[in-house]
Nanobody, 115 residues
Framework: QVQLVESGGGLVQPGGSLRLSCAAS????????MGWYRQAQGRQREQVAR???????NYADSVKGRFTISRDNAKNTVYLQMNSLKPEDTAVYYC?????????WGQGTQVTVSS
């Protein structure tokens, strides 16, 4: 079972920035991909960004040009740099890790964008 520890959420004003981190440990298998999802109140969970072990990335259209995902393979850590935040980015953000046998989820970290 992979353990995921997320950090970096909080309250920020519109136009501000936050950086989320997620450290994975305990995996017996190589981590293939890491990513971030979010779930706003009353809405379904949606993928925000994903990065493979080779560095290929993909983003939700709503965050392209504002969010950047990166990872440190040596530390099994994934980051999400969020710039130009908007109120509609308010959600619980979940880290996601894929191995060849399973997908694991973090506990979630709240991001609130409000003036």
């Amino acid at each position: 079972q992979v353990q995921l520890v997320e950090s970096g959420g909080g309250l920020v004003q519109p136009g501000g920035s936050l950086r989320l981190s997620c450290a994975a440990s305990g995996s017996r298998f190589r981590i293939a991909a890491m990513g971030w999802y979010r779930q706003a109140q009353g809405r379904q969970r949606e993928q925000v960004a994903r990065i493979t072990s080779g560095g290929s990335t993909n983003y939700a259209d709503s965050v392209k040009g504002r969010f950047t995902i990166s990872r440190d393979n040596a530390k099994n850590t994934v980051y999400l740099q969020m710039n130009s935040l908007k109120p509609e980015d308010t959600a619980v953000y979940y880290c996601n890790v894929e191995t060849v046998v399973a997908t694991s989820w973090g506990q979630g970290t709240q991001v609130t964008v409000s003036s």
